[in-house]
């Protein structure tokens, strides 16, 4: 599970510390590292662990494969996801093009979201963080009951 935020420091070869409880989170899987993607709806990063990103797949398999719905989850979660490994140091390499959607330069926040987590720049997250708690007071947003129908969608 991904929990809380934090804000690492990004090198000039653009490299950034992973938080050691992502890391911990992701020490049983068989790729030692992230996989990451461009967000469809915002200016960040998507993260998961492998095991996750082949959750993903399977559930894509219950759509028709050449629907315009599994194409475009297809397209939005693998088409331009990279696998980035941990170094010794628990660091991994931002890639030039995510780091520029996300606007990352000096500093990344991680963003844990329970099952997977996203990678933004920290002022953008902090406006994005206020704007989505004043959005849950306005809508009084609650947890569903255990049980209560699942919301459509492949979160």
């Keep these: 599970m991904f929990l809380s935020t934090y804000v690492n420091k990004v090198d000039r070869k653009g490299r950034v510390s992973v938080p050691a409880t992502f890391r911990a989170a992701l020490s049983d899987q068989r790729f030692p590292g992230i996989v990451i993607f461009p967000s469809n709806k915002y200016p960040a990063l998507d993260g998961n662990g492998i095991d996750r990103m082949d ?30 490994p941990f170094d010794p140091e628990g660091r991994i390499t931002l890639p030039e093009d995510l780091a520029r959607h996300a606007s990352i330069t000096d500093s990344a926040a991680f963003v ?20 989505v708690r004043e959005r849950a007071r306005r809508q009084e947003t609650t947890i569903p009951a255990i049980g209560a129908p699942a919301a459509r969608g492949v979160g």
Aim: zero cysteines; glycine letters at 6%.
């Design 112 to 131: 844990g979201l329970g099952k997977s987590f996203q990678i933004w720049e920290p002022d953008r997250y902090a406006a994005h963080r206020d704007a």
């Design 55 to 84: 959750e993903l797949m399977a559930r894509l398999g219950s759509l028709p494969e050449w629907s315009d719905e599994h194409e475009n989850l297809s397209v939005l979660m693998f088409a331009d996801s990279q696998r980035l």
